[in-house]
């Protein structure tokens, strides 16, 4: 059992960063692989990024490559999201997930409630 809590989301003009962190609780937050995934207003929920336990490997959408990051820092129960170089199209509900490293949602175990991310020109 782990419960997780997203933070960071909010209004930022394109071409901008933001950075989206998720706190984790409940057990040891390093057993569990974590990813990104985000909901575009009218589209269903898409993949964003990985992360290994220790944060050795990652994988992030062809969409996202070279302007977003995820990261770890395992002392602290948390998991990031670097977004550089925001688009229009990158406004979504962003949501963290824990219990695998893949790019499908339905192979994650848990989900936190999700923040909003808008992206202005």
């Known amino acids: 059992q782990v419960q997780l809590g997203e933070s960071g989301g909010g209004l930022v003009q394109a071409g901008g960063p933001l950075r989206l962190s998720c706190a984790a609780s409940?057990?040891?937050?390093?057993?569990?692989?974590m990813g990104w995934f985000r909901r575009p207003p009218g589209k269903e929920r898409e993949f964003v990024a990985t992360?290994?336990?220790?944060?050795?490997?990652?994988k992030h959408a062809d969409s996202v490559k070279g302007r977003f990051t995820i990261s770890r820092d395992n002392a602290k129960n948390t998991v990031y999201l670097q977004m550089n170089n925001l688009k229009l199209e990158d406004t979504a509900v962003y949501y963290c997930?824990?219990?695998?490293?893949?790019?499908?949602?339905?192979?994650?175990?848990?989900w936190g409630q999700g923040t909003q991310v808008t992206v202005s020109s």
């Open positions: 992360i290994n336990w220790n944060g050795g490997s990652t």
């Open positions: 409940g057990r040891t937050f390093s057993d569990y692989c």
């Open positions: 997930a824990a219990g695998s490293y893949s790019r499908r949602p339905d192979l994650y175990d848990y």
